[in-house]
């Protein structure tokens, strides 16, 4: 049976980090806020938008939380005509384990709106066999999204594995029993990451193929 392998989405498979903290100062001074810091919009990438809104301005109003993520989601809509790219060795990889017969899917904190646009604009609608977003289910680090693909695919939690860039990520992995891996390159720093135990700490997207046969040997499967 193959094996269910859960992908975060913007840090993680995309570079689009920096599109995320300019679309957040802009929407932030489109609605008279203080704009946070680089670091700080950085932080709360993951997370399903108005959560992340509410991370970021704590105590404002719930009519200018929508504000700013109408706001935000225009201009994301506006700066993201060109996709942003995957990191280095992202498609490549994934192409690679969807021909061994993996699971390949996407939990991510993109509204549903959000991901198929961007599904749709890279030509790969029909290349992920599943996604769960934040605003169809509970956001992270919330197990929810896990559980759910898990329970889609009728996959077990060890043969199921989450590869992310943030602790909300790792968090979600260990609060549904699975292995995960991190990467290091994305919004959080790497000693954040460590704290989760993930089977691996990457600094390239290649280098996941040679992590899951490394656990594949170690639970004998």
């Excluded at 950085?42 to 993520?69: C, H, N």
Aim: net charge negative; proline share 5%; hydrophobic share 40%.
């Amino acid at each position: 049976m193959a094996k269910l392998l859960v992908f975060d989405w913007d840090g993680t498979l995309c570079d689009s980090l920096s599109r995320i903290v300019l679309c957040i100062r802009c929407a932030a001074e489109e609605v008279g806020l203080p704009a946070p810091t680089d670091d700080a919009s950085r932080d709360i990438v993951g997370l399903g938008l108005v959560d992340a809104l509410e991370t970021l301005f704590p105590g404002i109003g719930r009519e200018q939380i929508f504000a700013m993520r109408d706001s935000y989601s225009r201009h994301f809509v506006e700066f993201d005509q060109e996709p942003s790219p995957f990191f280095d060795g992202v498609f490549e990889t994934l192409e690679s384990l969807r021909e061994e017969g993996y699971l390949l899917t996407v939990a991510t904190g993109k509204s549903r709106r959000g991901l198929d646009r961007v599904l749709r604009a890279r030509g790969l609608t029909d290349f992920f066999h599943g996604s769960r977003c934040a605003d169809e289910t509970a956001g992270k680090p919330d197990p929810k999204m896990l559980l759910e693909l898990m329970a889609e695919f009728r996959v077990p939690p060890l043969s199921t594995l989450m590869v992310g860039d943030t602790e909300y990520d790792l968090a979600m992995a260990v609060s549904a029993g699975t292995p995960s891996v991190a990467v290091s390159y994305g919004a959080h720093h790497h000693d954040r990451l460590l704290q989760y135990r993930p089977l691996a700490c990457i600094a390239q997207f290649s280098e996941l193929k040679s992590i899951i046969e490394s656990y594949k040997k170690q639970i004998g499967m």
